[in-house]
């Protein structure tokens, strides 16, 4: 399911902002990119937002800007500047390039300026991120619920064309088994002419393949999963994995109606049967 949260967070040290953004995914697939220098709490984001979210590929992006009067030294990284400058220096000379190296151009390069390690209070940048987080998780979920209303309620729709094809096949299957049965004796009887009939034996393989093409058990089951399905949406937990399994019966009760029919009218209303549950399973993909 799709969605978007963003928030802010101040603290002592500066204000933390974090922008998540979701998009449909069958799974739970989560990228983070932190401040390099708070990389080490990305952990700590993930269990954040995997205890929130189940399913969506998942995109969190972490800003800072430091307040002008946030605890902590910053070091200039001597060693990195004169790397810098002598490859600048070596670029200069092998392009033939004017203007003076400046050291605001040095300071704009990664890695010159660092702050001391034990200048980090892990516990308070953690604090600020975990603030920021939290607010825009709950916008990303309040957007993701919307999302999910509409389709719920397109659901029950698809769900009662569903109810109806199936009901359908029901009343149309009715009269199949005893169709089945004169079909086949009068088949039998052309066959074999004024040759003698055993009425028992006959009688039997009659029996047997009217059983055989009998859906009564698999149209039962599917309106129970029809049921089931309909509780599944209604319910404020997870359901996403549990519809898809749900719909995976149902594919495999329609499966074995079309198998076991012959009338044109049923197969008719079996394939539009499979059309919905396709379209179904289609949206059950991006449920939470």
């Not at 400058?85 to 092998?94: D, I, N, P, S």
């Amino acid at each position: 399911m799709t969605g978007f949260g963003k928030a802010e967070s101040t603290t002592r040290v500066g204000k933390f902002t974090v922008e998540i953004s979701s998009v449909n995914n069958r799974f739970l697939e989560l990228s983070a990119r932190l401040p390099r220098q708070y990389s080490l709490l990305e952990y700590r984001l993930r269990e954040l937002v995997s205890a929130r979210l189940t399913r969506g590929k998942i995109s969190v992006y972490v800003g800072f800007e430091e307040s002008e009067t946030a605890p902590g030294k910053y070091l200039i990284n001597k060693r990195a500047a004169k790397s810098y400058l002598r490859q600048l220096a070596q670029v200069k000379k092998e392009f033939q390039l004017d203007g003076e190296i400046a050291i605001r151009d040095l300071l704009m390069l990664p890695e010159i300026a660092q702050q001391e390690p034990g200048n980090i209070d892990e516990n308070l940048i953690w604090l600020g991120i975990r603030k920021a987080a939290g607010k825009a998780l709950t916008e990303l979920i309040l957007m993701r619920k919307r999302e999910g209303s509409a389709m719920a309620r397109d659901m029950r729709q698809r769900l009662k064309i569903i109810d109806k094809l199936v009901k359908k096949i029901i009343r149309n299957s009715s009269h199949t088994a005893e169709k089945n049965r004169q079909k086949l004796t009068t088949r039998i009887e052309e066959l074999l002419h004024s040759k003698s009939i055993d009425p028992e034996r006959l009688e039997q393989e009659v029996a047997f393949l009217a059983e055989r093409s009998d859906i009564s058990e698999e149209c039962t089951r599917f309106l129970s999963h029809i049921d089931q399905y309909k509780r599944g949406i209604g319910q404020k937990k997870p359901v996403g994995k549990r519809l898809n399994f749900i719909l995976q019966e149902m594919n495999r009760e329609v499966n074995t109606i079309g198998s076991k029919s012959t009338e044109t009218t049923i197969t008719s209303a079996v394939i539009a049967l499979k059309e919905e549950v396709e379209k179904l399973r289609e949206q059950a993909q991006n449920v939470e």
